[in-house]
């Protein structure tokens, strides 16, 4: 039984990281190569996290979901500081 439920619920958690939003990918390359590899790295390190998280069969004090969450704010502050520089050279 202990088994069985120990099975769903680690179900569960690997259905909800492949879910889980990753950081887009919603920078031009065209126009902020950099930015855009930026964000091109943040989405590799989200994978990388939930690579471990797997790993490590969700093991780790919610320390990695934090660095998770924090790359997608990363992500958001790149698609600002885009923006920003477009409205800059206008």
């Given at each position: 039984?202990?088994?069985?439920?120990?099975?769903a619920?680690?179900?569960i958690?690997?259905?909800a990281a492949v879910f889980a939003d990753?950081?887009?990918?919603?920078?031009s390359a065209n126009k902020h190569p950099n930015i855009a590899a930026a964000q091109r790295l943040s989405e590799q390190a989200f994978q990388k996290?939930?690579?471990?998280?797997h790993a490590n069969?969700?093991?780790?004090?919610?320390?990695?979901?934090?660095a998770k969450e924090l790359l997608e704010q990363?992500?958001?502050e790149l698609k600002e500081a885009a923006i920003a520089a477009n409205q800059a050279h206008k």
């Amino acid at each position: 039984m202990k088994r069985t439920m120990l099975a769903a619920a680690f179900a569960i958690l690997s259905a909800a990281a492949v879910f889980a939003d990753k950081p887009a990918q919603n920078v031009s390359a065209n126009k902020h190569p950099n930015i855009a590899a930026a964000q091109r790295l943040s989405e590799q390190a989200f994978q990388k996290i939930v690579a471990a998280q797997h790993a490590n069969e969700w093991d780790m004090k919610g320390h990695a979901q934090k660095a998770k969450e924090l790359l997608e704010q990363v992500n958001n502050e790149l698609k600002e500081a885009a923006i920003a520089a477009n409205q800059a050279h206008k």
